[in-house]
C-alpha cells in the first residue's frame, strides 16, 4: 500500500489547488525536457550547420505533429478511461484498460512509422518546401519517423502513469535522455561532421531509451497499473471508451496540425530567413504553451477521476483552479519574452534577418496566447468529462476554418506581410477562447443539472 501511495496521486479529496499543482508542476518539467530534444537540434543545427538546416528543422515539425498528435488523441482518450477507473477503485478495468492501452500502441508503432517514411517526400512537396531546404529535411524527416516508435511508447507509457497521478518518474527518464540527447547530438555533428542527420540520429536513440525505460517500469511495477505482458490484449468495449474520446481530440489535433501545414506555406513564400525565423519563434513560442499545456493535462485527469468517484462540484472547483493557474504563469512568461524578444531569438542564430523576423513575430503574437489558456484548459477538462466532439468542433472551427480564411483573403485581396501572417495565430486563439466559454457553460450547466448535486456536498 505505500508504494501505491508513493507512486500514484489520489485527486479525488484534499486540496484541489494543491492537487493541480503538484500534478502539474513535474508534467511541465518533463514535457520542458522532452522539448529539449528539438529544441536542441534547432540550436545545433542554428549554429553548427546552416540557415538551410535550420529552417529544414522548423519546417518539418508540423508534418510530425500530424502523425504525433493523431497518436496523442488515442492518448487522452486511454488517460481519461484508465483515470475514471482509477477514481471508481475499480481496480479489474484500470488493468483491463493498461494492457488494452499498451498492445494498440505497439500495433500503432508499425502503421506510423511506415505512413512517416512513405510521407515525406509528398508532405514537403505540399508545404511548398524550397529546393535549398529540399534534402536537409527529407534527411531529417526520414531518419525521425525510423525511430518513431521510441517517442510513441515513452508518450504512452507516461500517459498511463499520469492517469494514476504518477508525474514525478516519467521526469527522471525525460532528464537522463535529454542529457544524453545533448551530448550526441554535439558528438554527431561537430565530431562526426553527419549534419541534419546527426541531430535527428541523437533524437532518435534518445526516444528510443526513455521508451525502454518506461517500459521495464511498468512491467516490473507491482502497483496497480502493471503491464503484465501475457495480458497484453485488445478488449474492445474497453478500446470503443477510449475512442470515444480519443478519435475527436486525434482527428482535431491532425487537421490544425495539418492546417499549420499551409500557415507554413504561406511563411515559405518569404524565403528562407523569414521560415528560420518563424521556426525560432514557434521554438520559443512552444515553451510559453508549457503551462497550459501541463495544467490542462491536469485538469482531464483531475475531472476524469472525479467523475469516476461521482464528485462534480469538485470538477467545477478544479476546472477553475486550472484556468486560473495557467493564465497567471502563462502572463509572466510572456510578459519576459517580449520584453527580451531579440536576445531570446539570438540563442538560436546570429543572422540579423532571421533574429528580426523571429522578434516580429514574438512581439505581434506572444499576449494572445492567454486566451488559448482558457482553450486547452477548457478542452482538458471536456475530454476528462467524457466529452471529446464538442471541443473538437469548436477547435476545429477557429483553429482551421476562420485561420484559413483570414489568410486567403488577407494575403489575396489585402496585404500580404510576415506580420499580419503571423496574426493568423491570435485570430483563431481569441475567437475560440470565446465559443469554448460559452459552449463549456452551457455543456456544465446541463451536467450540473442533470446531477442533482448541490455546492454544499463538497468542498475545495
Not at 518513431?148 to 518518474?169: E, F, H, K, P, Q
Not at 503484465?228 to 470503443?240: A, E, F, I, N, Y
Not at 500580404?416 to 483563431?428: I, R
Amino acid at each position: 500500500m505505500s508504494q501505491r501511495q508513493s507512486a500514484t496521486r489520489d485527486m479525488t479529496s484534499g486540496s484541489i489547488v494543491r492537487q493541480i499543482i503538484a500534478f502539474s508542476l513535474p508534467l511541465m518539467f518533463g514535457n520542458i525536457f522532452q522539448m529539449l530534444y528539438n529544441t536542441v537540434d534547432t540550436y545545433v543545427v542554428g549554429n553548427y550547420v546552416s540557415t538551410q538546416a535550420l529552417a529544414a528543422v522548423g519546417s518539418t515539425t508540423m508534418i510530425v505533429n500530424m502523425l504525433v498528435f493523431f497518436f496523442n488523441g488515442f492518448s487522452v482518450g486511454a488517460g481519461v478511461v484508465i483515470a475514471r477507473h482509477f477514481g471508481a477503485k475499480d481496480m479489474q478495468q484500470l488493468h483491463t484498460a493498461v494492457e488494452t492501452t499498451m498492445a494498440v500502441t505497439f500495433l500503432m508503432c508499425a502503421v506510423f512509422t511506415f505512413v512517416g517514411m512513405a510521407g515525406v517526400r509528398p508532405m514537403l512537396r505540399m508545404m511548398s518546401t524550397p529546393e535549398d531546404v529540399m534534402d536537409d529535411a527529407t534527411s531529417y524527416l526520414t531518419t525521425y519517423f525510423m525511430g518513431i516508435s521510441g517517442l510513441l511508447v515513452y508518450n504512452m507509457g507516461s500517459g498511463v502513469l499520469r492517469a494514476v497521478g504518477d508525474t514525478r518518474r516519467p521526469l527522471f527518464f525525460l532528464v537522463l535522455t535529454s542529457v544524453l540527447n545533448i551530448i550526441l547530438d554535439l558528438f554527431f555533428v561537430i565530431t562526426l561532421h553527419m549534419g541534419i542527420a546527426g541531430v535527428a540520429w541523437a533524437t532518435v536513440i534518445s526516444q528510443l531509451i526513455s521508451a525502454v525505460l518506461t517500459l521495464a517500469l511498468l512491467t516490473r511495477s507491482t502497483d496497480i497499473y502493471r503491464l503484465t505482458w501475457k495480458d497484453l490484449r485488445v478488449d474492445m468495449c474497453v478500446l470503443r471508451d477510449m475512442m470515444r474520446v480519443g478519435l475527436p481530440a486525434g482527428i482535431q489535433s491532425v487537421i490544425t496540425a495539418f492546417s499549420n501545414v499551409f500557415v507554413q506555406s504561406y511563411i515559405n513564400y518569404f524565403g528562407s530567413a523569414c521560415m528560420a525565423g518563424w521556426s525560432v519563434y514557434n521554438k520559443l513560442d512552444s515553451y510559453i504553451m508549457l503551462p497550459m499545456q501541463s495544467t490542462a493535462m491536469a485538469a482531464t485527469t483531475f475531472v476524469s477521476q472525479n467523475i469516476g468517484a461521482g464528485k462534480l462540484m469538485r470538477v467545477k472547483q478544479g476546472v477553475a483552479v486550472s484556468v486560473s493557474l495557467s493564465v497567471a504563469v502563462t502572463g509572466v512568461i510572456a510578459l519576459c519574452l517580449f520584453l527580451f524578444a531579440e536576445p531570446a531569438v539570438g540563442l538560436f542564430t546570429d543572422d540579423p534577418a532571421v533574429i528580426a523576423f523571429g522578434a516580429l513575430f514574438m512581439h505581434c503574437n506572444v499576449f494572445f496566447l492567454l486566451a488559448n489558456c482558457v482553450n486547452h484548459t477548457l478542452a482538458g477538462a471536456l475530454r476528462g468529462m467524457g466529452d471529446s466532439r464538442g471541443p473538437m468542433i469548436v477547435m476545429l472551427s477557429c483553429f482551421v476554418g476562420l485561420r484559413q480564411v483570414y489568410l486567403f483573403v488577407l494575403t489575396r485581396f489585402i496585404a500580404n506581410a510576415p506580420m499580419l501572417v503571423g496574426l493568423g495565430y491570435p485570430v483563431g486563439w481569441v475567437t475560440c477562447c470565446i465559443a469554448e466559454l460559452t459552449y463549456f457553460a452551457l455543456k456544465w450547466g446541463k451536467d450540473l443539472k442533470k446531477a442533482e448535486i448541490a455546492p454544499a456536498e463538497e468542498s475545495a
